[in-house]
């Protein structure tokens, strides 16, 4: 072997991994939103939707979103005194109970990608994760499930799942009906994203979306880049407008001390909380 050729080896080595990372779009040009996450304490689905616990329960069964009601301009409406406090949190609450997180979503004829930017706040209440200090995570519902364009994630949300008080510690999140697809980002050198669903049990890899992540952390500003497919798992085409989901496991957390968003919808080339532009 000459050494031209080897170099030019190289050079096709290093331009084969280059387009396998993600081609983003010029972030620069692309509108950013801030949503607020928070910690939700032990407010499960089951909690959320009984009239006994939780007034809301029956404006939801009429159609009601979580965030119409508690999403006031981008101001959360809710008692963190009460969310922090040991009626709904047993095990005791992080310093900080709320942050925003810039979302910026743009899309090209095959794939979606989408930018998380945030601090993620110390002062966790539970850093059982010693690999990674931080974990993103994007969940998207189909239309199957139950409510899915109304209450985000919480669908997923059950007492019985693992890290809830009193729970087998095996029992992942699951949903009744449909599916969610979850994407996830770790902050540990090396990790992989994670290309998941939610079904009757939650999988870390086996999403058929093909989906990858990216992240850096500069100063105290983490930055994470996902990319999946518009077609496969959750279809997303041109027009729809796709129930989605964030959850931040910030200092160490696992399990349910994530902070989290209620549910939004990502408007591909039409209207949602987040609208996605084409490029
Ligand atoms: C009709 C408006 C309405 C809807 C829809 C609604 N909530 Fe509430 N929520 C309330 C009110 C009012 C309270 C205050 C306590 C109460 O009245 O039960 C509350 C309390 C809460 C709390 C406890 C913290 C606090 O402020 O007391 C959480 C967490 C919560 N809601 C989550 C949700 C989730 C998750 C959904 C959707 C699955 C949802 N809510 C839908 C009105 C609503």
């Not at 689905?45 to 159609?63: L, N, V, Y």
């Not at 129930?243 to 349910?256: C, E, K, M, N, S």
């Amino acid at each position: 072997m000459n050494k031209n050729f080897i170099s030019l080896a190289v050079i096709s080595t290093l331009l084969a991994s280059a387009s396998a990372a993600i081609a983003a779009p010029d972030w620069s040009k692309v509108p950013k939103k801030d949503i607020l996450l928070f910690h939700p304490g032990v407010t499960p689905i089951e909690w959320a939707t009984k009239k006994a616990e939780h007034s809301g329960s029956t404006a939801i069964k009429k159609g009601e979103t979580c965030a119409g009601c508690h999403d006031e301009k981008g101001k959360l409406s809710l008692d963190f005194k009460r969310l922090a406090g040991k009626e709904l949190e047993p095990k005791g609450a992080p310093k900080t109970l709320s942050f925003p997180v810039g979302v910026q979503a743009a899309y090209d004829a095959t794939s979606l990608y989408l930018r998380l930017t945030f601090k993620s706040p110390d002062g966790g209440a539970d850093p059982a994760d010693k690999e990674n200090e931080v974990k993103a995570n994007v969940m998207f519902a189909n239309d199957k499930v139950p409510q899915g364009d109304l209450v985000g994630c919480w669908a997923t949300c059950h007492q019985d799942a693992r890290t809830m008080p009193g729970a087998d510690d095996k029992k992942l999140k699951y949903v009744k009906d449909g599916a969610y697809d979850l994407m996830q980002w770790k902050s540990a050198k090396g990790a992989k994203a994670a290309d998941g669903t939610v079904t009757d049990k939650r999988a870390m890899d086996g999403g058929k979306a093909d989906a990858r992540a990216e992240g850096s952390k500069s100063g105290d500003t983490y930055t994470v880049t996902f990319t999946r497919k518009l077609a496969g798992g959750v279809a997303m085409g041109e027009g729809k407008a796709i129930p989605f989901g964030i959850a931040i496991h910030a200092d160490h957390a696992t399990g349910r001390f994530h902070h989290v968003s209620f549910g939004y919808k990502l408007g591909i080339g039409s209207e949602g909380d987040v609208k996605a532009i084409r490029f």
